[in-house]
T-cell receptor
Framework: GAGVSQSPSNKVTEKGKDVELRCDPISGHTALYWYRQRLGQGLEFLIYFQGNSAPDKSGLPSDRFSAERTGESVSTLTIQRTQQEDSAVYLC?????????????FGDGTRLSIL | AQSVTQLGSHVSVSEGALVLLRCNYSSSVPPYLFWYVQYPNQGLQLLLKYTTGATLVKGINGFEAEFKKSETSFHLTKPSAHMSDAAEYFCAVSPMDSSYKLIFGSGTRLLVRP
């Protein structure tokens, strides 16, 4: 597709359940980012993938959060044993390559609601 | 650690009036600077960015921003607001020590009154 695609667009689940969020970056983009956006707040960096390098997981808030990326394509963000504080919009972005100062292309996000 | 401060969580202007959205960053070394816009239920769209060179940066939709090193500021302006400008605006910096990360401000919601 032309842009970053995220699915599902909305997810409602019960506390304690696991959820999996998907991101398809722009074709050819080697760098991929996940962010969390809580209501009324800016974006918090979660994780960064660049090619075959080890991902930067420094932003993951707890060990309930994990992410994977297959090569330079799809990425999934998994949240285990969800808590109400996990409710947020999860945004994915990509850039043609890693490195300094590149504008990031964002998907429309997945709105996650934990009941 | 780097931080970005956006003064005013909400700014309200009349249609046709000047738009001024403020952004200050903390850094001893000028980082790369960005403004993004977010419309409801959408992701972020790049408005403009400052890397090096000219300190006045022009972006899309008539917006521009001026990098002032002495004030560590990167305020966003538009001479005449349109109703379609109503959205959330985020200032972000790309710190020199972890170049791929973006550090975002908390955002400013722009309201445009008819």
């Amino acid at each position: 597709g032309a842009g970053v695609s995220q699915s599902p667009s909305n997810k409602v689940t019960e506390k304690g359940k696991d959820v999996e969020l998907r991101c398809d970056p722009i074709s050819g983009h080697t760098a991929l980012y996940w962010y969390r956006q809580r209501l009324g707040q800016g974006l918090e960096f979660l994780i960064y993938f660049q090619g075959n390098s080890a991902p930067d997981k420094s932003g993951l808030p707890s060990d309930r959060f994990s992410a994977e990326r297959t090569g330079e394509s799809v990425s999934t963000l998994t949240i285990q044993r969800t808590q109400q504080e996990d409710s947020a919009v999860y945004l994915c972005a990509s850039t043609p390559r890693g490195g300094f100062g590149q504008p990031q292309h964002f998907g429309d996000g997945t709105r996650l609601s934990i009941l | 650690a780097q931080s970005v401060t956006q003064l005013g969580s909400h700014v309200s202007v009349s249609e046709g009036a000047l738009v001024l959205l403020r952004c200050n960053y903390s850094s001893s070394v000028p980082p790369y600077l960005f403004w993004y816009v977010q419309y409801p239920n959408q992701g972020l769209q790049l408005l403009l960015k400052y890397t090096t060179g000219a300190t006045l940066v022009k972006g899309i939709n008539g917006f521009e921003a001026e990098f002032k090193k002495s004030e560590t500021s990167f305020h966003l302006t538009k001479p005449s607001a349109h109703m379609s400008d109503a959205a959330e605006y985020f200032c972000a910096v790309s710190p020199m020590d972890s170049s791929y990360k973006l550090i975002f401000g908390s955002g400013t919601r722009l309201l445009v009154r008819p």
